[in-house]
């Protein structure tokens, strides 16, 4: 809004001109009309008039007239100003002349009467005189011009922080946390905008709500029937021959497992968004939590034969105020993406290091990593790389991505240097 008042001082500025142009050309015709008419008065006497004694500086400086009578064979009867350069002129009417190294304004009488006067005027005098008079007019304009381009430079300035206040608190919100943008100190001609703003943010909570919800409800409604299947599954195990029949029956074993893991995690999920869990009061300790997740998983990483383990560090103790089951769920998410995608006999290295005063944990893989142009987008719930073969529904580094965020953490993805694996970073703000 800031381009108004530049726009308003130019309105102004033109129109302060025009004022004075305008005030400057009526009074330059307000002092033609009176030489005209003593003109025209003293051209229509008969005979020689009287014209009363001027000096050179009545002219000069208080713009007297300087008036010349001459006769109609062009011989000067009378002046009132022996001092005018101005010779005789014969065509009727106005003229500029310079003359003596001074600009003059000088009416000529018109051939009807017995007299042929010239009635001059000092040029600077008239110039002066308008621009004085003018200016006193437009003075008060320009203070009034000023004074409004300071209130309307003060106006926009406020709206300006207002809108900036509105745009940072809106840059704010997410998905996880959509709130209502508060009204108390927005300006009035804004805030019909605002309460706009704020309707469209609780149609978009609502809907963000019932997506939820119908997720959430939808996989609990799929995990009761899937775990009955598994049951009946591993009870029909020992019924199962070899060959062909104990292929399929495998495959749809691990298809069902799939299933269930998926239910779960999308319901782990539902519950991370949904519910606005506050950081605890006490704080966690990094240190414990990271080997808890590691002992947990160690049995995956034996099963896939993959040395998982925790490289040492110069950080023996570390606190975080985070609800440990958010931590928990954030390690043990990164840690399991890790041992999923590394092949057997590969390695997966835990590191808590503490850069520049910011506490982080690196886990490190032997996979195969993932393209840069598609780091971000393995966030993004059931996204998986193209071509992947390793088992997986696409939700794990969106459930710890959005577990990292309560706790205040930031979670990033980049290949190795030397281009065999990939470090999955958790960093303290």
Same mark, same amino acid.
């Given at each position: 809004?800031?381009?108004?008042?530049?726009?308003? #001082?130019?309105?102004?500025?033109?129109?302060?001109?025009?004022?004075?142009?305008?005030? $400057?050309?009526?009074?330059? $015709?307000?002092?033609?009309?009176?030489?005209?008419?003593?003109?025209?008065? =003293?051209?229509? +006497?008969?005979?020689?008039?009287?014209?009363?004694?001027?000096? !050179?500086?009545?002219?000069?400086? *208080?713009?007297?007239?300087?008036?010349?009578?001459?006769?109609?064979?062009?011989?000067?009867?009378?002046?009132?100003?022996?001092?005018?350069?101005?010779?005789?002129?014969?065509?009727?009417?106005?003229?500029?002349?310079?003359?003596?190294?001074?600009?003059?304004?000088?009416?000529?009488?018109?051939?009807?009467?017995?007299?042929?006067?010239?009635?001059?005027?000092?040029?600077?005098? *008239?110039?002066?005189?308008?621009?004085? *008079?003018?200016?006193?007019? /437009?003075?008060?304009?320009?203070?009034?011009?000023? #004074?409004?381009?300071?209130?309307?430079?003060?106006?926009?300035?406020?709206?300006?922080?207002?809108?900036?206040? /509105?745009?940072? +608190? !809106?840059?704010?919100?997410?998905?996880?946390?959509?709130?209502?943008?508060?009204?108390?100190?927005?300006?009035?001609?804004?805030?019909?905008?605002?309460?706009?703003?704020?309707?469209? =943010?609780?149609?978009?909570?609502?809907?963000?709500?019932?997506?939820?919800?119908?997720? +959430?409800?939808?996989?609990?409604?799929?995990?009761?029937? %899937?775990?009955?299947?598994?049951?009946?599954?591993? $009870?029909?195990?020992?019924?199962?021959?070899?060959?062909?029949?104990?292929?399929?029956?495998?495959?749809?074993?691990?298809?069902?497992?799939?299933?269930?893991?998926?239910?779960?995690?999308?319901?782990?999920?539902?519950?991370?968004?949904?519910?606005? $869990?506050?950081?605890?009061?006490?704080?966690? @300790?990094?240190?414990?939590?990271?080997?808890?997740?590691?002992?947990?998983? /160690?049995?995956?990483?034996?099963?896939?034969? /993959?040395?998982?383990?925790?490289?040492?560090?110069?950080?023996?103790?570390?606190?975080?105020?985070?609800?440990?089951?958010?931590?928990?769920?954030?390690?043990?998410?990164? %840690?399991?993406?890790?041992?999923?995608?590394?092949?057997?006999?590969?390695?997966?290295?835990?590191?808590?290091?503490?850069?520049?005063?910011?506490?982080? %944990?690196?886990?490190? @893989?032997?996979?195969?990593?993932?393209?840069?142009?598609?780091?971000?987008?393995?966030?993004?719930?059931?996204?998986?790389?193209?071509?992947?073969?390793?088992?997986?529904?696409?939700?794990?580094?969106?459930?710890?991505?959005?577990?990292?965020?309560?706790?205040?953490?930031?979670?990033?993805?980049?290949?190795?240097?030397?281009?065999?694996?990939?470090? !999955?970073?958790?960093?303290?703000?």
């Amino acid at each position: 809004m800031m381009w108004l008042l530049p726009v308003f #001082l130019l309105v102004g500025t033109v129109s302060a001109a025009g004022a004075y142009w305008t005030y $400057t050309r009526m009074v330059a $015709t307000f002092m033609d009309d009176q030489m005209s008419l003593l003109a025209e008065s =003293l051209s229509a +006497q008969s005979g020689s008039p009287v014209l009363p004694t001027v000096g !050179a500086r009545q002219v000069h400086e *208080r713009g007297a007239y300087a008036v010349q009578v001459y006769g109609r064979s062009g011989g000067l009867q009378a002046a009132s100003w022996q001092g005018l350069p101005v010779g005789f002129l014969d065509k009727p009417g106005f003229h500029d002349v310079r003359a003596g190294g001074a600009l003059w304004r000088v009416y000529v009488s018109d051939d009807q009467g017995p007299q042929h006067v010239q009635v001059a005027q000092s040029g600077s005098f *008239r110039a002066h005189l308008a621009a004085e *008079r003018a200016l006193a007019v /437009i003075a008060p304009v320009l203070v009034l011009l000023l #004074l409004s381009g300071l209130i309307l430079w003060g106006v926009v300035e406020m709206i300006s922080r207002s809108i900036g206040d /509105i745009a940072r +608190q !809106a840059a704010r919100q997410d998905e996880h946390s959509i709130a209502e943008l508060p009204l108390s100190h927005v300006p009035r001609e804004i805030k019909p905008l605002v309460a706009s703003f704020n309707s469209l =943010l609780t149609r978009l909570r609502d809907a963000f709500t019932t997506q939820r919800r119908f997720v +959430q409800d939808a996989a609990h409604e799929l995990r009761t029937p %899937i775990a009955a299947i598994g049951l009946q599954l591993e $009870t029909l195990r020992g019924d199962v021959g070899r060959g062909a029949t104990r292929e399929r029956f495998d495959q749809l074993e691990l298809g069902i497992q799939r299933a269930q893991r998926l239910v779960d995690q999308l319901m782990r999920l539902s519950r991370q968004e949904s519910v606005a $869990t506050e950081a605890a009061s006490a704080e966690v @300790d990094v240190v414990a939590v990271l080997r808890e997740s590691i002992n947990g998983l /160690i049995v995956l990483a034996d099963q896939r034969g /993959i040395d998982l383990g925790l490289l040492p560090s110069d950080v023996t103790q570390a606190t975080l105020r985070c609800p440990a089951s958010d931590l928990r769920s954030v390690l043990d998410n990164l %840690i399991e993406n890790a041992l999923r995608y590394t092949p057997s006999g590969g390695v997966v290295d835990v590191r808590l290091t503490r850069q520049g005063g910011k506490l982080a %944990i690196e886990i490190t @893989d032997s996979g195969p990593g993932i393209p840069d142009e598609l780091i971000e987008r393995v966030f993004d719930r059931f996204f998986r790389v193209p071509g992947t073969s390793a088992s997986g529904s696409g939700l794990g580094l969106a459930i710890a991505r959005a577990a990292a965020q309560r706790c205040g953490l930031t979670v990033s993805l980049r290949n190795r240097v030397d281009a065999s694996g990939l470090v !999955a970073r958790v960093e303290a703000g």
